[in-house]
């Protein structure tokens, strides 16, 4: 008998010590997990953060730029930079045929008249002197500058040419070759060139979409959960509404985009790509989601309040909104965030109202077409270019960043504000 | 002098009867104690008394329940204007979870009372000392009231309550989550209180009952058994039912 | 008893063993009684002796039962009839006790009596004694079965004590005015009978507690009396 009793109470001990076992390496598995997704993200973006440029000799000369003698400002903005640009090019190589020029000239993005430009704006002096310019490469050197570019492909299967190379690496031992910080992939729009593109339109469309479907989630969450919670008889067709409720926040995000499409776009008239519509469709999603978290906040007010304000004579009104609401707002705010960084991630819905398209300005307004973060993934994961690879996962650390922030935010207010009651 | 007087009291909760026919009258002044074993009605019919029972969507009051010759239950009686009247204390100590100073003047000012910053301070004052709180935290008005004592949370409640000068004091078992110190001040505020408010309270503690209370009444199973003075009941009461409870031969 | 049991078991024993206790010293204060008049009729100073060692039982039967009572009331705090129960215990323990002094002090002087006293003298005593010895047993019965009717009877019988007390002093008066010898027996003798008509007025005593202890009220009226105790001899 005390024989059994003592196995018995070894097999209960193993037993809780393999239990813990198993959910130590399902931890250790969720982590190891995590560990590979970030691992691979970083390891393939931070070289986006990293933009490589080449120092090229350029020589402002009036003639070519078609200036006057003594030009004014408006004059040098209107000058021709074109040839002086591609005579910087050409020069790099004397010998060169007219391919070869053609060749040098794709070594830099085609922002290379612009960024000359740029330099004579800043200094006007500059007229009928050489000076170093720094030029942004093409994304295919700058890729072969982050070494993430195959050499040693046979010269008909890359884009970049043999004779390309070579002046490159001529370039490179010069010290005409530099990698600074890439101010650019967040001040610059999309754009098709992988060297050029940015996300600055689709951060501001993350971050307008966001505005505006807080502005309408919200207040119509907030509203719909209270009266819900607090004012509506508990009858059949509250059950119902409330039932239907919680399919709302079940229901695919797709459909939800299909919605926008059909109502906001075909019958609304409302203008297409924008973050107006964006963030309208993002908070029918995010709708749900802040009625369920208000409600269950509101829920988690001890009843004994309620009861303390209204044996005081107040009426349910106030009741309401001197004690259940307050006590019930740091649930809700952070269940918001939550909310709103879902929406921040959405994509699907998005495709679907338009905000896929291409947008190669930054948008000012919720009224500007724009693209959003998640969308902006998407978009480059679709691109064939090289170049793209590391934009694609450096955009989803921003996504990602952007995320944890918000997510920290809804901790801080959950811990800042919760009181304790009794 | 009858302050409250019920006639055939009937509450429902959905199909279940839970008080039958109650009659009781309360005198003024006078702390009345309902006892009875758990479920027996007696918290239902306390919050008969202030109309609490409106909170349950369920719950259906059927009698008359006069206080001061006018029927509480009548569609003219105003809940708002009655609750002012009729303060209540709980079974578990609720603050507000805000400060001392903002605990007691919440009623004054729903209910307009204070005109100015220094009358409210003196209602918050004269509420503090009448609960017996005043001493203790005079200097910490502006701290959390939830940071009080458990007994100091009750009697916050009960400064709280009488804030708003009500004529009725109810009690839900006021001291079941208090240790006997704590209980003891609240009893002697019991006591004091009964100068100028009448006192209804429901209290587990049969001894509590004999001790703060004038009158008692026993529920048992939705009935009023017996009602009378708390001598009575505790030293020879007529009804078998009450003294098998009251000396411990229930069930 | 006829009440429901309580919940809680020990409180229940409790309540049983001081009513068991209350009813063994109603036993021993009625054993001597019943000894003490023997002794006086009997003339026998073995039962006067019994007497005066039972008094001792009886006196730390009180002790006993004036602790349980104190017990009772500091840890169970009796409500309702258990308070009356204890309460009352408390009075009739004192009252049984007295009624075993008295005894006793019957006894003591029973054993400084002469051996001969006139037969009409003890006959009177013997008549008001076993009406008194009647009175305890059925007193102690009425608490036994918490009769009020009993006990009633009792309470309205104490008249009847007191006729034959006065009747019992008049005939010791009157031996004491034969002879100056007769002194000493004569007070002795006055002594005893105040201390029998006294027995019966603790008893009366415990009636009032009896009918408290079932009813709880107290017996109304004034007790009954008989005619006024003549102390002089003058008739």
């Known amino acids: 008998m005390n024989k059994n009793k003592e196995q018995l109470l070894n097999k209960r001990y193993k037993a809780e010590k393999r239990f813990r076992l198993y959910g130590k390496s399902a931890i250790f598995m969720a982590l190891l997990f995590l560990t590979i997704f970030i691992f691979k993200i970083f390891s393939t973006g931070y070289s986006a953060f990293k933009k490589t440029w080449l120092i090229v000799p350029v020589t402002f000369d009036a003639e070519l730029m078609m200036l006057e003698q003594n030009p004014s400002k408006e004059d040098m903005k209107d000058a021709d930079y074109y040839d002086i640009a591609l005579k910087s090019m050409a020069d790099l190589d004397p010998n060169a045929n007219e391919d070869q020029e053609n060749e040098l000239k794709r070594m830099v993005s085609y922002f290379f008249e612009r960024e000359i430009k740029r330099e004579l704006l800043k200094d006007p ?55 600074k910080f890439n101010l650019s992939f967040f ?26 479907c807080l502005m309408i989630a919200f207040p119509v969450a907030v509203l719909a959960a209270i009266y819900l919670e607090e004012f509506a008889p508990k009858n059949r067709f509250t059950d119902f509404i409330e039932v239907n409720i919680n399919n709302l926040a079940a229901v695919p995000s797709i ?21 107006l519509v964006g963030g309208i469709t993002l908070s029918l999603m995010t709708l749900p989601t802040i009625i369920i978290a208000c409600r269950a906040s509101l829920k988690a007010v001890p009843p004994s309040i309620r009861e303390a304000a209204l044996a005081m004579g107040a009426s349910k009104m106030q009741t309401t909104m001197h004690h259940t609401v307050p006590l019930s707002m740091p649930g809700t705010l952070s269940g918001t965030i939550i909310g709103l960084a879902q929406a921040l991630g959405e994509t699907a819905p998005l495709i679907l109202i338009g905000m896929v398209a291409f947008v190669n300005t930054i948008p000012g307004s919720p009224l500007d077409p724009a693209a959003s973060l998640p969308v902006q993934i998407y978009i480059w994961a679709e691109s064939a270019e090289r170049g793209f690879v590391e934009k694609v996962s450096a955009c989803i650390m921003v996504l990602l960043g952007f995320l944890i922030i918000m997510n920290l935010f809804a901790q801080i207010i959950r811990h800042k504000f919760e009181k304790k009651w009794s | 002098m009858i302050k409250i007087s019920s006639k055939n009291i009937d509450v429902f909760y959905g199909k279940k009867q839970a008080l039958f026919n109650i009659n009781l009258d309360i005198e003024e002044n006078q702390v009345t104690a309902l006892i009875g074993p758990s479920g027996c009605g007696k918290s239902t019919f306390l919050r008969c008394l202030n109309r609490m029972n409106d909170v349950i969507d369920i719950c259906r009051v059927k ?55 220094n009358e409210m301070d003196e209602i918050v004052e004269t509420s503090l000392k009448k609960a017996a709180l005043w001493e203790e935290v005079q200097d910490r008005l502006h701290e959390p009231g939830t940071g009080l004592s458990g007994g ?23 001291c079941s989550a208090l240790d006997p110190i704590a209980t003891a001040q609240i009893e002697e505020l019991i006591d004091e209180l009964k100068k100028d408010h009448t006192i209804i309270i429901v209290t587990h503690s049969m001894a509590q009952a004999a001790r703060v209370s004038q009158n008692t009444g026993f529920f048992h199973l939705g009935e009023l058994i017996e009602h009378g003075s708390t001598d009575k009941i505790f030293k020879n009461p007529e009804n078998k039912k009450t003294q098998d409870y009251i000396t411990g031969r229930f069930g | 008893m006829t009440e429901a049991p309580h919940t809680v078991k020990s409180y229940e024993e409790e309540l049983k063993n001081l009513n068991s206790n209350i009813i063994k ?13 023997q002794a006086i009729t009997t003339r026998n100073s073995d039962n006067a002796e019994s007497v005066i060692k039972d008094d001792e039982k009886i006196d730390k039967f009180e002790t006993l039962i004036e602790q349980q009572v104190v017990n009772l009331i500091a840890l169970r705090q009796p409500m309702a009839i258990d308070l009356r129960e204890t309460v009352t215990a408390l009075k009739i323990s004192s009252d049984l006790e007295r009624i075993g002094d008295l005894a006793k002090n019957i006894s003591k002087r029973t054993l400084l009596l002469n051996e001969n006293l006139p037969k009409n003298l003890v006959d009177a005593i013997i008549r008001v004694s076993s009406d008194v010895q009647k009175q305890l047993k059925s007193i102690l019965d009425a608490y036994l079965e918490r009769s009020s009717a009993m006990a009633i009877n009792v309470w309205e019988s104490d008249e009847q004590i007191d006729d034959l007390t006065n009747f019992c002093m008049q005939e010791v008066i009157k031996y004491l005015k034969e002879n100056e010898k007769n002194l000493s027996d004569g007070t002795h003798l006055l002594f005893v009978t105040k201390n029998i008509e006294r027995i019966g007025d603790h008893t009366t005593n415990i009636a009032e507690q009896v009918y408290y202890l079932v009813k709880g009220e107290y017996l109304e009226g004034d007790r009954p009396k008989g005619t006024e105790p003549i102390v002089t001899g003058e008739k």
């Open chain 1, 125 to 179: 002096s500059l007229i009928g002197k050489t000076k170093d310019v720094y030029l942004t490469a093409s994304d295919d050197l700058d890729q072969v500058f982050k070494g993430n570019y195959p050499r040693d492909l046979p010269e008909d299967q890359r884009r970049v040419t043999d004779y390309q190379l070579k002046i490159f690496d001529q370039l490179v031992e010069q010290g005409k070759v530099e990698s």
């Open chain 1, 187 to 212: 001040t610059y729009p999309d754009s098709r060139e992988a060297e050029l593109a940015g996300i600055a339109s689709s951060f501001m469309g993350s971050i307008f979409s966001i505005l505006v």
């Open chain 1, 255 to 275: 459909v939800f985009g299909l919605l926008g499409l059909g109502i906001l776009l075909a019958v609304f008239q409302l203008p297409r790509s924008t973050p």
């Open chain 2, 63 to 117: 009698g008359q329940i006069m206080i001061n010759d006018f029927d509480i239950n009548d569609k003219s009686c105003d809940v708002v204007r009655l609750r002012e009247k009729i303060g209540m204390v709980f079974q578990k100590p609720n603050p507000f979870p805000k400060t001392i100073y903002e605990n007691i003047s919440y009623g004054p000012t729903i209910h307009g009372m204070a005109q100015s910053k």
């Open chain 2, 152 to 174: 100091q949370q009750q009697r916050l409640c009960i400064a709280r309550a009488i804030s708003v000068k009500p004529e009725v004091i109810l009690m839900d078992e006021p």
């Open chain 3, 25 to 37: 010293m109603g036993g021993f204060c009625e054993k001597s009684l019943g000894n003490a008049i």
